[in-house]
């Protein structure tokens, strides 16, 4: 591997540590190896500090051969190493190099893909959401050399993947392709997406009939056809309030519960009118900054390794679940702001709080692919109502 393809900001990101309104170190079981744990043990620390560490650990159950901290509802779902001011005691007294590799690592994820890695700082951290919204290229790619190779880790494709998916092993190509399609700022961002689509839709045909080494070929016979600024069909197009709002609704269900869409529902059903309003105050906002969404949406690409979220789905379908989930985004923020008549800083924190369950949960990805699959998401047809 010789470069890094980064979005512009990454190089600048710093934690906001103890004064994030929203710490990574909440609602969170992280994996623990181990050897971190045996490491932790071995220690020279405080009493206090390993009293912590002698009782905070238990068994993952979904993960073999890991622990993970323990969390309750008396400890607020708060990590228990983190101190009063919300700064990790195992960092203060020991060190960076004492932590797991999440809590070193995380909000960064890096994406393996031959002799490029793709990397970005997720916004599941609302400092990353804050550059998205006040920088307008945050997520211009820029290449960087990569130094120390035996130090990458991270996902991507690897041979025993290749081997399965055989796909995969384009997923350069694939990214940028995709990448550049989204980042056209001279087109809607919802115009972009539906043009993606159509792309994922082709490129998954050869895919299924096992002709995936043609997919430079299909990249460049397609590249062409999708450098357009409008598609008159989708402009046309009828609103389905049963697909948005209403499976827009049921996808942001999918990733938490909470009581974020309670003032848009009435007796169990969803009304129209107030979703109405709430996307009005939302659009007012977007367009006002509309560099904001094509941000959030080329970050949530990158951060999901897409097309290759979820392996065992196509490229269409993992496409599908990453355009959803931008609407789900929008939403979010619309539902927030319904109550304020403003979207404000609750409803970034409300989104990157979301995004947590969105790409750094499987399980959850898996239950909203199938839920589009299970209400007719098998075509970019569905995706433009979805959009509209």
Known sequence: MSYYRQPEFYHD????????????????NISWKPEEIERLKQADCSPELRSLIDSSFVEDKNQQGKMKISLSAEENMMCPFLDENLLCRIQKELGEEYLSHTCRVFPRINILSDDVVFRTCCASCPAVMNTLRND????????????????????GS??????????????????EF???????????????????????????????????DRIPEVIKALRPQLN???????????????????????IVNIFANTNLLNSLIDGDILRLSRCAEARRIADKYFEERPHFLRNLALNMFLTGGMPFLLPEESIFMN??????????????????????????????????????????????????????????????????????
Request: net charge positive; glycine share 4%; with cysteine.
């Open 178 to 212: 995709f990448y550049d399609i989204i980042s056209n700022k001279k087109r809607r961002l919802e115009v972009s997406l539906l043009l993606g689509a159509l792309a994922a839709q082709k490129l998954s045909e050869f895919v299924e009939k096992g002709q995936h």
């Open 158 to 175: 690897t041979p025993e993947k290749v081997e399965k998916h055989p796909e995969m092993k384009y997923r350069s190509e694939l990214t």
């Open 136 to 155: 307008e290229n945050a997520m211009q790619l820029v290449n960087v050399q990569i130094k120390k190779t035996t130090e990458l880790s991270g996902i």
């Open 319 to 388: 496409y599908s679940y990453f355009t959803a989930t931008v609407c789900a985004a929008r939403f979010i923020a619309a539902a927030t702001a319904y109550d304020l008549g403003e979207v404000n800083e609750q409803a970034f924190l409300m989104i990157s709080y979301y995004i947590r369950g969105m790409y750094h949960n499987p399980r959850r990805s898996q239950i909203a692919v199938d839920f589009l699959r299970d209400n007719g998401c098998t075509s970019p047809a569905f995706l433009a109502v979805l959009l509209k």
């Open 228 to 250: 357009r600024d409008s598609i008159p069909a989708f402009d046309k197009a009828v609103p389905d309030p049963e697909i948005n709002p209403g499976r827009i609704a049921d």
């Open 13 to 28: 990101f710093r934690c906001m540590g103890g004064s994030c309104p929203s710490t990574c170190c909440a609602v969170w």
